[in-house]
């Protein structure tokens, strides 16, 4: 199946700050005052036609604004929450796969799935991952909060500055060094995150074109919400008052009565609205929003071109990823893969795989197996080069040249003259036909004649 792309990325400064998590509160204040406004003015207009006609226009212009604010929310979600880096020019990256494809809970609003990629030769150490709380794989020369390399790297970056992630000249300089413009104006998440030392790729779903797309049945399921909240407040203030009532009668008379029933009230409508909008939510808005949510989710296997035996996308997989190279503005701020266009799988890959695939080791022994040449690669690695990593010229080659190989088979795909190539039937390959390639069908001799 192919890859899911409902976003567009927006070009910065030109298109303005980007919508971020922090603009909610602002955007919903906001929005419910224009519904307000709009609302009380049609009902002022509708009463030239009497109450039933100031009731009629409050309603229609009700569900006409509170929908055009569901709508503007995806417009801001869908348009105007990621930053282009290079627009149009899908970028490619290899390395290993840091934890399990995950996907946030309704919650987030977002049902996209995502997983992260320790960008090649970077090396790697196991973590607890705190947002899915399971295992996972982290750079092991990652960064503290200030800046810093973690202590069990740091030394070993300060006698070979050329690994270090940010500034390697290589995968993770060019894709998640931050652009200067967005890091002043815009900032980034503090370099300790996991989007800041690995390349945070998602899978796009498709949460917000329905809520769009159901948006005024939405706004009418929440309108019913809101009245049975109301009726489960007043029905719940009426019995605390003559609760209180009762109660404050007996002890004080009718100023008891006038007491208990003022307090009484206030509980029991408090009472009421919360078991009444509990109910509403979890019996209606609640259901309803989640089979929106899960009716089409972001899926990372949509984008896996590779060869389905090898099996999903998991943790501690050799991969090449493509996708639009952004800037997410809508969280703290780090570069990300949105959408992944397309992910494959080398760990046994025709020609060139996962045993090719380099990682620095500033403490690789002298006696140690160096990864075998890829086929046409002329030069040997030695120990020594993979102690210096990219700091060694021939390190640096030989990932370059891995780089090329296995972006390749993604580029191949999605230019247009194979495009066009692929309308014969002898090319009908997905990725690549190094990866999922058919043999042409050979064709019978012509008859002999005479």
Known sequence: MAYKHYTSCFLYPAG?????????????????????????????????????????????????????????????????????????????????VSYNPFRSDLGAFDNDQYFDVILMPHPTAEILNAETN????????????????????????AAHPANDILNDGFQGHELLLPRDDLETDLGYAPTDDHARWGLHCEAEGDFWIKMRQWAPAI???????????????????GVGAAVGCAIGSFFLGALGCAIGSFLGGLLGAAIGGAIGGAASYFGGVKPVLQGLFNWNPGNVEDANVGDKALGPIRMGDHVAVLGEHVYDG????????????????????????????????????????????????????????????????????????????????????????TKRTQQGLDQRWTIHPMVDGCIPQEQPPAPHIG
């Open 134 to 157: 399971e295992a996972a794989l982290a750079a092991a020369n990652r960064y503290n909060a200030d800046g810093s390399v973690v202590a069990e790297f740091a030394a070993s970056i």
């Open 16 to 96: 303005g700050k980007p919508y971020n998590e922090d603009d909610r509160l602002a955007f919903l204040a906001g929005q419910a005052l224009q519904i307000i406004v709009i609302t009380g003015l049609a009902a002022a207009f509708g009463l030239l036609l009497g109450p039933v006609g100031a009731a009629l226009a409050a309603a229609i212009a009700f569900l006409a604004s509170a929908t055009a604010t569901i709508d503007k929310a995806a417009g801001e979600w869908l348009n105007h929450r990621l930053v282009c880096l290079d627009k149009d020019n899908p970028k490619c990256a290899v390395g290993i």
């Open 330 to 417: 809508y969280h703290q701020g780090w570069h990300e893969f949105h959408p992944l266009m397309a992910v494959v799988k080398f760990d046994a890959a025709a020609g060139v795989d996962a045993k090719h695939y380099l990682q620095w080791n500033p403490d690789f022994p002298d006696m140690g197996t160096v990864p075998p040449k890829p086929p046409g690669e002329a030069t040997d690695l030695t120990a020594q080069d993979m102690r210096d990593g990219l700091g060694s010229t021939a390190f640096r080659t030989r990932c370059e040249n891995l780089r090329r190989t296995w972006c390749a088979m993604l580029n191949d795909a999605f230019d247009p003259e």
């Open 219 to 237: 706004v009418i399921l929440l309108t019913a919400a809101l009245v049975v909240t109301a009726a489960a407040a007043a029905a719940g203030a």
